[in-house]
């Protein structure tokens, strides 16, 4: 079975610092894009960061110099370091991947979520 698994959420005061990883496991032959979206309460899910396979980034204009998205292709593993935390980052993270699977089949693949909190 394909699956994504997050880890690394939790609560932080603001200013304040965490790591989150995903890791994608099964049958995978390889993986192409990987990001991280965001849902807070109330709001629609949104692009946090996206990075290629070759490395390139990209970032929500709300979390630029303070997020630090990177990915570790031998492990299928993707990272979201988050610094200066603020109130408003508050929500539940899920990280995204683009899945080459059985029979070459592509699928877009979501992780569970996980629960970031920032105190002010």
């Known amino acids: 079975q394909v699956q994504l698994v997050e880890s690394g959420g939790g609560l932080v005061q603001a200013g304040g610092s965490l790591r989150l990883s995903c890791a994608a496991s099964g049958r995978i032959f390889r993986v192409y894009d990987m990001g991280w979206y965001r849902q807070a309460p109330g709001k629609q899910r949104e692009l946090v960061a996206t990075?290629?396979?070759?490395?390139?980034?990209n970032y929500a204009d709300s979390v630029k110099g303070r997020f630090t998205i990177s990915r570790d292709n031998a492990k299928n593993t993707v990272y979201l370091q988050m610094s200066s935390l603020k109130s408003e980052d508050t929500a539940v993270y899920y990280c995204n991947a683009d899945l080459v699977v059985a029979g070459g089949t592509i699928f877009h693949a979501w992780g569970q979520g996980t629960q970031v909190t920032v105190s002010s």
């Open positions: 990075i290629t396979s070759g490395g390139s980034t």
